[in-house]
């Protein structure tokens, strides 16, 4: 198999044109609700069950990204918090939080909760699920989420290194399988460079992924935070996650291809420009650059405030 980052014009090429022949010549944008752009607030933001608790110390978050999110980690001001958002003509939330330093987050205090949002609101609801067993991906499931959210790591050596956890792929796959039974739609997220800027197993995660091919996969990368283990390292270049886009079409033609929202803003547009060309299917946070490239490329566009995990009514002609 040949290392991700090797691959030429041709290839790029290739894989944009089996993505317009399955899926079309359009790319749909997303503004997330976490993030304003031109003023503009997306409608989808993510609530922390754990509010900025997390005992899992991971290597390139060390709880970090669960700081600007809302705290619902009450049952009860998770119902509240969602009730007040749709109020406010929110379309639908991304349930994370922390985990307990097993890879889970505690989603069994919160399956009344969301069910009684479900019940309550028309919220879609999206959960970052984390590790799970069986027994909670069919309470989720029995609640009313509407999609799991799960990073798929391929190095066993990652998984201790980075999540700390020494059965991480047995944990990956019995969660997967536990997923599947219960028939929760999954969107799997795979983070290139996970292994402290390097690539190292993301040949393997996707496929995983393949395996049980899904109907969208959204690839990030990743990021050098301030205070965790990782600040000091080097991203992932774009050439790097363009080459994990390029396996991904080749292994999962009819499968979408989102470039997430989590991926270093510095040298943003050479990513987007290179996930264009490869002919991604949805991207976040897209730069004017690439708003601009996607019509001279004479590409469809649509615009959606909520997360690229999500396809939820009519796209517009801007934020």
């Given at each position: 198999m040949r290392p991700l980052d090797h691959w030429d014009d041709v290839q790029l090429e290739q894989a944009r044109e089996l993505s317009w022949a399955r899926h079309g010549k359009k790319i749909l944008f997303y503004l997330p609700g976490m993030f304003v752009r031109d003023g503009v607030?997306?409608?989808?933001?993510?609530?922390?069950?754990?509010?900025?608790?997390?005992?899992?110390?991971?290597?390139?978050?060390?709880?970090?990204?669960?700081?600007?999110?809302?705290?619902?980690?009450?049952?009860?001001?998770?119902?509240?918090?969602?009730?007040?958002?749709?109020?406010?003509?929110?379309?639908?939330?991304?349930?994370?939080?922390?985990?307990?330093?097993?890879?889970?987050?505690?989603?069994?205090?919160?399956?009344?909760?969301?069910?009684?949002?479900?019940?309550?609101?028309?919220?879609?609801?999206?959960?970052?699920?984390?590790?799970?067993?069986?027994?909670?991906?069919?309470?989720?499931?029995?609640a009313g989420a509407d999609q799991a959210l799960i990073d798929i790591i391929g190095s066993a050596e990652t998984y201790y290194k980075v999540y700390h956890l020494e059965d991480g792929p047995e944990m990956l796959d019995s969660s997967l399988d536990a997923l599947a039974r219960a028939g929760l739609p999954v969107v799997p997220h795979i983070v290139a460079g996970l292994h402290f800027g390097k690539l190292l197993g993301e040949s393997w995660a996707l496929e995983i992924v393949a395996r049980r091919p899904p109907a969208l996969l959204v690839i990030v990368a990743c990021m050098n935070l301030p205070g965790t283990d990782m600040a000091g390292m080097t991203p992932p270049g774009a050439r790097e996650v363009c080459g994990v886009i390029l396996r991904a079409r080749e292994l999962m033609p009819d499968t979408e291809i989102s470039l997430g929202c989590a991926r270093p803003r510095k040298g943003a547009a050479d990513l987007e420009e290179l996930a264009l060309l490869a002919g991604v299917n949805r991207m976040a946070l897209p730069s004017q650059e690439a708003v601009a490239m996607a019509s001279c490329m004479g590409l469809e566009t649509q615009f959606r405030k909520t997360c690229c995990s999500v396809r939820l009514g009519e796209g517009t002609a801007g934020w």
């Open positions: 607030q997306g409608q989808y933001p993510a609530l922390s069950v754990t509010g900025r608790d997390c005992a899992q110390h991971c290597a390139h978050c060390g709880g970090a990204l669960l700081q600007s999110m809302p705290d619902v980690s009450k049952p009860g001001s998770l119902l509240e918090k969602c009730r007040a958002l749709e109020a406010q003509g929110v379309q639908g939330v991304l349930l994370s939080g922390g985990c307990d330093g097993r890879g889970r987050v505690p989603w069994k205090n919160f399956i009344n909760a969301i069910a009684e949002v479900k019940r309550q609101t028309g919220l879609f609801v999206s959960v970052h699920c984390g590790m799970l067993d069986a027994a909670t991906a069919r309470d989720l499931k029995s």
